[in-house]
C-alpha cells in the first residue's frame, strides 16, 4: 500500500516539474503563433545613388592690398618735462603755463633772476680783454728783444774784428799784449749781453703760449656765463599742449628742478597689437617693419572719423609673453584733420587725443598670390569642396588671413583654384567621391534627383521600416516588441467583442 502511494506521488512530482514547464511554453508559443507571426522583410534592391544638388562659387583673384584690422589706443607722440638748467627766483611766469593751454614753439614760459649771470658775463669779457691787452704788449716786448738781438750780434762782430787787426799789429810789434787783452775783454762782454737778449727772446715764446692759454680759458668761461644768461629763459621746445605745471612765479627753483610738462600735438602715435599670423605679411627677414600705409577709424557720436598714419615701427622688441602678439606704433602726422568716412566736406573735423581706443586697419601688399572666397565656404579641417567630373572632392587648404566674412587662401596650397567650382550649399554626410549635380536656377534644394533620398541628401538608399501583419505588429526586443503586441491584443479584442 505504502509503495503504490510512492509511486502516485514520484508521478505527480514528475509530472508537475517536467510536463507542466513544457504544456506552459507550448501554449505561449501557440499563442504568439496565433497573434500573428511577423512577415519576412521583403528585401528591396537597392536603387543607385541619387546625386545631389549643389551650388557653387567662383573664386576671385586679390588684386588690392590686404587689409589687417586690429584695435587701439591714441598716445602722444612725445610728452617732455622741461627742467631748470640754472638756480634762481623765478621773477616771470607766462599765464600760458597752465595745465591745459596751449603754447607755441619758442613761446617764453619762465624767466628766471639773471643778476649774477649777467655779472659773471660781464667779468670774463673784462679777464678775456685783459688778457688780449697783455698778449699785445708781449708782442711789443718781443720786438725790441729782438731789436737789442741784432744790436748785439753786430757789437760781438765788430769786437772780433777789432781783435783781428791787433793781432796783425802785434806781429809788427806796433801794439801791445795788453791792448790786444782789452779788445778781448769787449768781445766778451758784447757776447754776453747778446746771449742775455738771446735768452729773453726765447722766454717770449712759453710766455706767448701761457697767455694764449689763459685767452682760451677765459674765453670757454665768458661762454659759459653768456650760456647760464640764456639759460635763465625757458621756453617751448615745439607747439604743444601743458599737460602739468610745477612751478609759481616768486619760488626759488634749482638746476635740475621740473618746471612743467608739455605734449607734442604735432603728431600722434597709436599703440596697437598684431596677431602672429598677421606678422608673415609684415616681416621681411630683418626687424625693420616696412612703412605701410594705414587707416585710423574712431566712432564719435555715431559718426565714423578717419585719419591717415603709417607703421611707424615695433613698441619694444618680440612678441609679448602674456598675450602671443607683437606690440606696435603707428604715426598719425595730422591728428587735427579728422575727415567724416562718408567724405561730409560739411561736417566738421575731429582731433585725435590721447586716450582715444580707435580701429587701426594695415594695408598691406600681399607677398604671395591670394584667392579670395567666401568664409562660409571653408569647410571643417580647413577644406573646400570641389566640384570635378560630378563628384565631391575634398581639398585641403592654407588660409591667409580671415575678415569681414571673407577668406583669403594661398593659391600654392590648391593649384588652378581660380579655374576650380566650389561648392557653396551645405551637404549632408559630405564624403570624398560623392555623386553631386549642379542645381539649375531657381531649383529648389533636394528637387531635381531621381528619387528621394532618404535620411538626408547624400544618395543613400533609403532604408525601411519593419511591417508585420494585417492587424498585429512586428516581433520585436525589448519596449518596441511590447509596445507590438499589446497593441495587437487590444484589437483582437475589439474583433471578438470581449474586453482588452
Not at 88 to 97: F, Q, R
Not at 290 to 301: E, K, W
Not at 453 to 464: K, L, M, N
Request: net charge neutral; proline share 6%.
Amino acid at each position: 500500500m505504502s509503495q503504490q502511494r510512492t509511486s502516485n506521488f514520484s508521478l505527480a512530482e514528475f509530472l508537475l516539474r517536467w510536463i507542466a514547464p513544457l504544456l506552459v511554453l507550448s501554449a505561449a508559443v501557440a499563442a504568439v503563433w496565433m497573434l500573428g507571426a511577423p512577415e519576412k522583410r521583403q528585401k528591396k534592391k537597392a536603387s543607385a545613388p541619387a546625386a545631389v544638388a549643389v551650388s557653387v562659387i567662383r573664386p576671385e583673384a586679390n588684386t588690392g592690398p590686404l587689409s589687417l584690422t586690429t584695435s587701439g589706443v591714441a598716445i602722444p607722440y612725445r610728452e617732455v618735462v622741461l627742467a631748470a638748467r640754472v638756480d634762481g627766483e623765478v621773477v616771470e611766469k607766462s599765464e600760458s603755463l597752465s595745465p591745459g593751454h596751449v603754447v607755441q614753439q619758442d613761446q617764453l614760459l619762465v624767466r628766471i633772476d639773471a643778476t649774477d649771470y649777467d655779472l659773471q658775463v660781464q667779468q670774463w669779457t673784462s679777464e678775456v680783454a685783459k688778457v688780449g691787452h697783455e698778449l699785445t704788449r708781449l708782442a711789443i716786448d718781443r720786438a725790441n728783444t729782438q731789436q737789442l738781438v741784432d744790436v748785439g750780434a753786430d757789437v760781438v762782430a765788430v769786437r772780433k774784428r777789432l781783435i783781428g787787426r791787433l793781432e796783425k799789429l802785434r806781429n809788427v810789434s806796433a801794439a801791445s799784449l795788453s791792448e790786444q787783452d782789452i779788445a778781448e775783454l769787449a768781445r766778451l762782454t758784447a757776447q754776453q749781453q747778446l746771449t742775455v737778449q738771446q735768452n729773453a727772446l726765447n722766454t717770449f715764446e712759453t710766455q706767448q703760449q701761457t697767455l694764449n692759454t689763459t685767452l682760451e680759458l677765459a674765453k670757454l668761461q665768458l661762454r659759459q656765463a653768456r650760456t647760464n644768461l640764456e639759460r635763465t629763459t625757458i621756453r617751448a621746445p615745439f607747439s604743444g599742449v601743458v599737460i602739468a605745471n610745477h612751478v609759481e612765479q616768486n619760488s626759488y627753483i634749482e638746476a635740475g628742478d621740473p618746471v612743467a610738462t608739455i605734449e607734442d600735438t604735432s603728431q600722434i602715435e597709436v599703440r596697437a597689437s598684431l596677431r602672429r599670423e598677421d606678422l608673415a605679411f609684415l616681416q621681411g627677414g630683418t626687424y625693420e617693419l616696412p612703412q605701410v600705409p594705414v587707416t585710423v577709424r574712431y566712432d564719435h557720436a555715431g559718426q565714423l572719423y578717419c585719419w591717415s598714419g603709417s607703421l611707424s615701427r615695433q613698441d619694444g622688441l618680440g612678441i609679448d609673453e602674456r598675450t602671443r602678439t607683437m606690440p606696435v606704433r603707428i604715426r598719425v602726422p595730422e591728428p587735427t584733420h579728422g575727415r567724416p568716412a562718408c567724405d561730409d566736406s560739411a561736417a566738421p573735423s575731429l582731433t585725435l587725443l590721447r586716450g582715444m581706443f580707435v580701429e587701426v586697419e594695415l594695408h598691406c601688399p600681399p607677398r604671395q598670390p591670394l584667392v579670395r572666397v567666401p568664409e562660409s565656404v571653408i569647410r571643417p579641417g580647413k577644406n573646400l569642396w570641389i566640384l570635378r567630373d560630378g563628384r565631391l572632392h575634398i581639398e585641403p587648404i592654407r588660409i591667409a588671413h580671415v575678415s569681414d566674412g571673407t577668406a583669403l587662401i594661398d593659391s600654392d596650397s590648391l593649384p588652378d583654384l581660380l579655374q576650380q567650382q566650389i561648392i557653396s550649399t551645405p551637404v549632408s554626410h559630405a564624403r570624398e567621391g560623392l555623386t553631386v549635380s549642379l542645381r539649375e536656377p531657381g531649383q529648389k534644394r533636394g528637387a531635381g534627383r531621381p528619387g528621394k533620398a532618404a535620411e538626408g541628401s547624400d544618395g543613400d538608399p533609403p532604408r525601411e521600416k519593419p511591417r508585420g501583419k494585417p492587424g498585429g505588429g512586428g516581433r520585436g526586443k525589448g519596449k518596441g516588441a511590447s509596445g507590438g503586441t499589446g497593441r495587437n491584443r487590444a484589437q483582437r479584442a475589439a474583433d471578438e467583442g470581449g474586453p482588452s
